[in-house]
């Protein structure tokens, strides 16, 4: 031990016997957060793009090994590439994650290739507009089909292999749609995406005090190519979407990163069942808010009386 370090450590201890620092001060001062994935395995889909893909590459990173989900084979493939030039085990499957049966064969293929499951990113979905009187019940089925049940199917069959080892962390992904309705045309998305907030507190109460904790990370408007089609189809679109973000700026994919690597690891023990905005302030402020500060004088608010 250097000079230095010695009298650090003598300091340190001195004050610690003088009480003037307390055990739980001497852990922090002394633990480190812990962010490290290594020897953990991750679940992620939609990882050809977007936010499945900028999750997968954030908890390779700090080390995991990613099992890369997504119908888009290729676009899964090229994220492969990326996160094996880290020096990580991937798995890539085109399981369409709207079929259980299909889920349930890929998990037993993740057993047989990655061992174990500690981290599932339930993230691929699709959206679907269409006016409220004009929503075939077809489609509303297959919308709730892909984001509900089969969000579902993937936290089954991931919660059922965490609860037998008594660990795991599940990253459902909603929408600001969740909690708040949208408007155009959204009507079959919201539904959708409002159960899947109710499954998390719901898994997160009957799983946690088996050692599996369940979030949801409620996004507002992250650019990705069917957002950007849709603005340039309606060129008032982003300045609407811009009004509800105090933020000033859409989203982008990797926004989402440090959220992910906080709740795939162990830092996040005693977060579960919450949803988790991350939207750039929209579901701070409420529909009719405006963004910034108006300018007028210090207005009150106190009724006034004749
Ligand atoms: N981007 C946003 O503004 C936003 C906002 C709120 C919520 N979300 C939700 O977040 C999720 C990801 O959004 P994104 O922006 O990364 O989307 P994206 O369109 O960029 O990527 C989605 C990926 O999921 C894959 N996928 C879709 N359905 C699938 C299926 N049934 N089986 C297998 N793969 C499938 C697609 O091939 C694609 O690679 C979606 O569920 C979306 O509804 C997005």
């Keep these: 031990m250097a000079y230095e370090d010695s009298c650090a450590a003598y300091r340190l201890f001195a004050d610690f016997v003088g009480n003037r620092i307390t ?8 633990k480190r957060l812990h962010f490290d994935l290594s020897g953990k395995v991750a679940v992620i889909s939609g990882a050809a793009q977007g936010l499945g893909r900028a999750t997968a590459m954030a908890v390779a990173q700090y080390g995991a090994d990613v099992a890369l989900i997504d119908r888009n084979v290729s676009g899964a493939e090229a994220t492969a590439a990326a996160i094996s030039a880290m020096g990580r085990k991937c798995l890539v499957a085109g399981t369409d994650v709207s079929s259980p049966a299909e889920i349930a064969s890929l998990f037993e293929q993740v ?14 979905g699709d959206g679907f507009l269409s006016a409220p009187e004009d929503l075939s019940i077809e489609d509303l089925h297959r919308v709730l089909q892909n984001l509900v049940v089969g969000r579902f199917a993937m936290c089954q069959q991931a919660g059922r292999r965490m609860l037998a080892q008594g660990s ?15 408007g155009r045309g959204h009507i079959a998305y919201s539904m959708a995406m409002g159960a899947v907030v109710q499954m998390t507190r ?12 369940v979030n949801c990370v409620t996004p507002a408007q992250v650019v990705n190519p069917s957002l950007e089609a849709r603005m340039r189809d309606d060129p008032t679109l982003e300045g609407r979407f811009l009004k509800g973000i105090p933020a000033g700026s859409l989203g982008q994919p990797e ?11 162990d830092s996040s023990r005693w977060i579960t069942g919450a949803i988790i905005p991350m939207d750039g302030g929209n579901t701070a402020m409420n529909a009719g808010g405006t963004p910034g500060h108006e300018r007028r004088a210090v207005q009150t608010f106190r009724a006034e009386t004749k």
Excluded: C, K, Y
């Design 23 to 30: 055990p739980l001060d001497l852990r922090s001062m002394t």
């Design 111 to 124: 057993d047989g290739e990655l061992g174990r499951v500690d981290f599932l990113g339930n993230i691929a």
């Design 168 to 182: 795991g962390s599940i990253m459902n992904i909603g929408s600001i749609a969740s909690s708040t309705a949208l």
């Design 202 to 213: 719901e898994l997160s109460t009957e799983w946690s005090h088996r050692g599996v904790r």
């Design 255 to 265: 926004d989402i990163q440090g959220l992910a690597v906080m709740l795939a690891s």
